[in-house]
């Protein structure tokens, strides 16, 4: 398998990459551990792969749209 130069956790909404906790306090500008309690309570769908737990960019962009409303 042959990449472009780009590491295999990246975010890449166009190709739908999965995204790190890092990733998700990063774009809500929060902290990490509040990513992980997100994650962890469900307000956040997530994927667990082994030990991992990433999140989809849609699941993510799902909160997103659900806390603008208020929901």
């Not at 991992?52 to 993510?60: F, I, M, Q, S």
């Amino acid at each position: 398998m042959t990449t472009t130069g780009k590491s295999v956790d990246t975010v890449d909404a166009a190709n739908q990459r999965l995204l790190r906790l890092d990733d998700i306090s990063d774009r809500l500008a929060i902290s990490r551990s509040m990513a992980w309690k997100l994650v962890a309570y469900g307000e956040i769908r997530s994927v667990r792969i082994g030990r991992a737990v990433r999140v989809r960019p849609a699941d993510l962009d799902a909160y997103i749209e659900s806390a603008e409303r208020g929901a």
